[in-house]
Nanobody, 120 residues
Framework: QVQLVESGGGLVQPGGSLRLSCAAS????????MGWYRQAPGKQRELVAI??????NYADSVKGRFTISRDNGKNAVYLQMNSLKPEDTAVYYC???????????????WGQGTQVTVSS
């Protein structure tokens, strides 16, 4: 199996910063895309940022404020969040597209989520 464990969420004032981390472990041959999604109360889960070998993509609402990065040696992905706004409040989920052995299909795995609350 593959496990994703997030950390770094919390309560921050508007304009503040947080850094989320996510580490993948388990039966991993290769990780392709890694990304961050979020889900606010009463809303659907949405893509925040994604990183592949080809580059990065961001939701329009976070462009210029959030930065996604990864450490392939550690099977980890990070999300640096600056200039946070109350509307960024949500549970943030890490996602990874993983193949578990050479030639096997790719599957998506999710972390358990970490709460980010932006409030004064």
């Amino acid at each position: 199996q593959v496990q994703l464990v997030e950390s770094g969420g919390g309560l921050v004032q508007p304009g503040g910063s947080l850094r989320l981390s996510c580490a993948a472990s388990g039966s991993i041959f290769r990780i392709y895309a890694m990304g961050w999604y979020r889900q606010a109360p009463g809303k659907q889960r949405e893509l925040v940022a994604i990183i592949t070998s080809g580059g990065t993509n961001y939701a329009d609402s976070v462009k210029g404020r959030f930065t996604i990065s990864r450490d392939n040696g550690k099977n980890a992905v990070y999300l640096q969040m600056n200039s946070l706004k109350p509307e960024d409040t949500a549970v943030y989920y890490c996602n990874a597209e993983v193949s578990r052995m050479l030639g096997s299909p790719r599957y998506n795995y999710w972390g358990q989520g970490t709460q980010v609350t932006v409030s004064s």
